[in-house]
């Protein structure tokens, strides 16, 4: 708690002047900024207690702007277990948002598709997550200070800003799917065995992110939404060798639509 009156300090000091929306932007995902009117930026290394980013291509910055007439805060490049942090530092920045005023929390994340009906390149709305991480954000001591831990998970996704999400693709002929995400330690990606395993359990996609951050969001009641670019095709019986390289030029093709989805939500919020 010390930690994060500590950071929401300095950022209001900052100039993070009560945002009302806050975004993650996912592997690859920055073509939004080019929407925001940026008031303020500041480096991860330079804000007190946060994490740094350690993947390259993960660029390291918490920006303050505006969007679509609306005051928001966005994380250019998010935090992963598999660099080394645990889930509170993954989790930090959600209760550091919650804290500088956020109301509505936007996701977005580079996933592979699991579900066979899906293309890469395309997107899906979640619908609902499985969390394969091995660990919760909330399962650390101290942490039912910030809230009941025991936070109910029956729709971790916000409905109304959901529904919104699909209108919008269908006015605007954007290729949305609705499925279910599975979270990953990662960074390696699945084998032939891991990929039929998902799919049996039910997941549409696959990723190594957004489950602890939309965990968090719902112990703070921030009502959550959140999109995968489909970067690559996890068929394991048509398997082909996939690099970042790849799932990064995928990401950049498809990112347009998902900045379309975000902008027209962030309009009408």
Do not use: W
Request: net charge negative.
């Amino acid at each position: 708690m010390k930690y994060i009156q500590e950071t929401t300090e300095y950022l209001i000091e900052k100039g993070f002047d009560k945002p009302e929306i806050g975004i993650i932007l996912g592997t690859g995902l920055g073509q939004l900024l080019e929407k925001v009117d940026v008031i303020q930026e500041v480096s991860y290394n330079h804000i007190p207690n946060f994490p740094t980013a350690t993947v390259e291509f993960h660029k390291g910055k918490l920006i303050y702007g505006k969007i679509e007439g609306k005051t928001a805060v966005i994380m250019q490049g998010r935090f992963h277990l598999y660099e080394g942090y645990d889930l509170l530092d993954v989790t930090f920045p959600v209760r550091i948002m919650y804290r500088l005023g956020v109301k509505k929390l936007l996701v977005s994340n580079a996933a592979g598709a699991i579900n066979l009906n899906f293309k890469k390149g395309e997107l899906m709305l979640i619908d609902d997550h499985i969390n394969l991480l091995g660990g919760s954000p909330l399962a650390y001591k101290g942490v039912s200070k910030l809230g009941n831990i025991f936070v109910d998970m029956s729709c971790p996704y916000d409905k109304g800003m959901s529904q919104k999400l699909e209108d919008i693709a269908q006015t605007e002929k954007i290729k949305l799917h609705k499925g279910v995400y599975a979270s990953v330690l990662g960074p390696q990606l699945e084998t032939r065995a891991e990929y039929r395993y998902l799919k049996t359990i039910g997941a549409d996609a696959v990723g190594m992110s957004t489950v602890p951050e939309v965990i968090v969001a719902n112990h703070l009641k921030l009502p959550v939404v959140a999109v995968s670019v489909l970067t690559d095709e996890c068929d394991p019986d048509h398997l082909e060798p996939v690099n970042v390289e790849d799932i990064l030029s995928t990401a950049a093709k498809a990112e347009p639509n998902m900045v379309k989805l975000f902008c027209e939500l962030i309009k009408g919020l």
